[in-house]
């Protein structure tokens, strides 16, 4: 499963318990198979039939298929400032994958952390998506950064979300809603991770920002999966 997979499942998950759905309405349509993805990307999800791609596209069909209120009351304002977060999530993402698949400080725990958690995977084979993320990352720009560049563009992204995200409460408010599930969704991949990236470090440091995941993640974390 890439890490923007988990990410979104994070997201996904957040607006469930934020709604009192069951979680089988996550585990009914997540599908992580490349080789039927709209574009040969991940994440895409299979929903009667019917094949979604995009994190935010999926979002946004969950939340319609099943008449969420999450954004109900958001003003247009609001919703121009969440899509533009979400486009800046799409390019942290690059960074956060980078800092795994690439860097070489941090691709061994990486690797033995994705051995260790899925245990039908090899050696050889996560060789291989290194390569071919290698390539993803020339095609895409970011393989082309030297290390401190990319890093870079994440803690800019990073610096946003800090400065947006508040002290108390949420992005628009005293109530949750699908922003904070996606951000939510980048920052504990990041924050609960057991590697030590500059994107990390930051973090850390962002009081705010580790009030915001922690309090997402313990809503989370207390919702039995078996509801």
């Known amino acids: 499963m890439s890490m923007v997979s988990i990410s979104l499942t994070l997201a996904i998950r957040v607006v469930l318990v934020f709604?009192?759905?069951?979680?089988?309405?996550?585990?009914k349509v997540l599908d992580f198979r490349t080789s039927a993805a709209p574009r040969g990307q991940l994440p895409y999800i299979v929903d009667d039939g019917e094949t979604i791609g995009d994190s935010d596209t999926i979002i946004a069909h969950v939340i319609a298929k099943n008449r969420l209120k999450i954004d109900a009351a958001l003003t247009a304002g609001q919703r121009d400032m969440s899509l533009l977060i979400t486009r800046m999530l799409d390019d942290?993402?690059?960074v956060m994958s980078y800092s795994r698949w690439k860097d070489e400080r941090f691709w061994p725990a990486f690797r033995d952390a994705l051995l260790r958690e899925h245990p039908s995977l090899t050696e050889a084979g996560l060789r291989k998506a290194q390569e071919f993320n290698f390539q993803r990352y020339h095609f895409q720009g970011i393989g082309r950064y030297a290390p401190d560049a990319a890093y870079a563009r994440g803690l800019a992204d990073l610096k946003?979300?800090?400065d947006i995200i508040p002290a108390n409460g949420y992005v628009h408010g005293e109530t949750p809603t699908s922003i904070d599930a996606g951000i939510y969704g980048f920052i504990a991949s990041i924050f609960f991770y057991d590697i030590d990236p500059p994107l990390k470090q930051f973090v850390v440091s962002a009081g705010?920002?580790?009030?915001h995941c922690r309090v997402i993640h313990d809503v989370v974390m207390a919702r039995p999966r078996s509801t």
Request: proline share 5%; hydrophobic share 70%.
């Open 208 to 211: 705010n920002m580790v009030r």
């Open 160 to 162: 946003v979300l800090a």
């Open 19 to 27: 709604l009192f759905l069951p979680f089988s309405a996550l585990d």
């Open 92 to 94: 942290l993402y690059w």
